[in-house]
């Protein structure tokens, strides 16, 4: 019997790599999104285009008893995006609204769970003011502070679906994902993160030109390559862990560090230009120490090796620009 799987958000930069990664396991899986994924035809069995804050979308989505539900959609971006301020309230009435949709309709159809992507922005800002020492053991999330209404949402989502686990044994499961990149993913627009920015910066910069960072640089992240990302989302979907697990990279560096690194893998030499710009909290790391604890694996691959291969793929699309532009 073939395994099915819906995916929702799949038009989206993880939600693509995650149905490449079902087809290759075997099975039938449905996408669903309002755009489809920009960059590379969707595998997807069936990919239905739709707005999954309309209850009705939801409804004909899920006709059927599905094996495995994952909940990716969300209205969401970069630093630029979501710090500015000028997009709070979009972001938490749609993503609400999703979730409402979809914790509800599942649990009237009898799904067993629904897989919920998190975001490491639930983590207090107060634990989050030091670049060198941040705290993101998933226990820290309470007193509840996020750095912005993205994160309070996603928060108040991971709330959603527990009570659903709760009231109505379900076995959802939730992931706090830490800063996903690698190819495929938006690289200009706005809604990129800093991976996609930084390279794009790098391969549209002369070799011996400017390249301008937000803030003073010191700000640190860590960074996953989607390929770990999606392991790690499918081992957790499958399994009886029901609390909220971090799944990221616990290589942290600044985003100098970041800038460095990307110039190497280009070969160019690069003066950076610190400028002002939304930058979220001062510092950023995944506290692996659960993930592994509860499921016997964490991420291991060197932050180089993914941004080789996202630099590589960035740099071809920089070039297409150029091309289509002369």
Same mark, same amino acid.
């Given at each position: ?5 819906? *995916? ?14 079902? +087809? ?34 939801? /409804? ?14 969300? /209205? ?13 309230? =979009?972001?938490?009435? #749609? ?20 897989? @919920? ?5 639930? @983590? ?10 941040? #705290? ?18 996603? !928060? ?67 960074? !996953?390559? *989607?390929? &770990?990302?999606? &392991? ?13 697990? #971090?799944?990221?990279?616990? &290589? ?35 506290? #692996?120490?659960?993930? &592994?604890?509860?499921?016997?694996? =964490?991420?291991?691959? +060197?932050?180089?090796?993914? !941004?080789? +291969? ?17």
């Amino acid at each position: 019997m073939v395994k099915t799987a819906l *995916v929702c958000g799949a038009g989206g930069f993880i939600g693509h790599h995650l149905v490449g990664r079902l +087809k290759r396991e075997g099975f039938w899986v449905r996408g669903v999104d309002l755009v489809p994924p920009a960059f590379s035809q969707t595998e997807a069995d069936d990919f239905m285009l739709g707005d999954l804050r309309d209850l009705s979308l939801v /409804d004909r989505a899920l006709d059927r008893d599905f094996d495995e539900v994952y909940q990716l959609a969300a /209205d969401m971006g970069g630093a630029g995006y979501i710090f500015s301020g000028e997009h709070d309230a =979009r972001i938490m009435h #749609n993503s609400v609204l999703i979730n409402a949709n979809l914790a509800d309709l599942a649990q009237r159809r009898g799904i067993r769970g629904v897989f @919920y992507s998190s975001s490491a922005c639930i @983590y207090p800002a107060y634990n989050q003011s030091a670049p060198d020492t941040p #705290n993101c053991a998933e226990a820290s999330a309470y007193p509840a502070a996020p750095d912005s209404d993205y994160g309070w949402e996603k !928060l108040f989502s991971e709330r959603l679906y527990l009570a659903y686990n709760r009231n109505h044994g379900m076995a959802n499961r939730i992931a706090r994902y830490h800063n996903v990149f690698g190819p495929c993913g938006a690289w200009m627009g706005g809604r990129e993160k800093a991976p996609a920015a930084i390279c794009r910066k790098v391969a549209m910069a002369t070799h011996h030109g400017d390249i301008e960072i937000w803030g003073d640089g010191q700000q640190t992240r860590s960074f !996953l390559y *989607v390929d &770990e990302c999606i &392991e790690g989302t499918l081992r957790l979907a499958r399994s009886d862990v029901a609390e909220p697990v #971090n799944i990221g990279s616990d &290589e942290m560096v600044s985003i100098n560090q970041l800038v460095d690194m990307v110039c190497a893998i280009a070969g160019k030499t690069l003066h950076k230009n610190h400028i002002p710009g939304p930058l979220g909290v001062r510092g950023r790391n995944s506290d #692996n120490r659960l993930i &592994e604890q509860q499921l016997g694996w =964490r991420p291991s691959q +060197k932050l180089r090796t993914g !941004l080789e +291969k996202t630099y590589g793929w960035i740099e071809s699309q920089v070039r297409a620009l150029n091309r289509a532009a002369a």
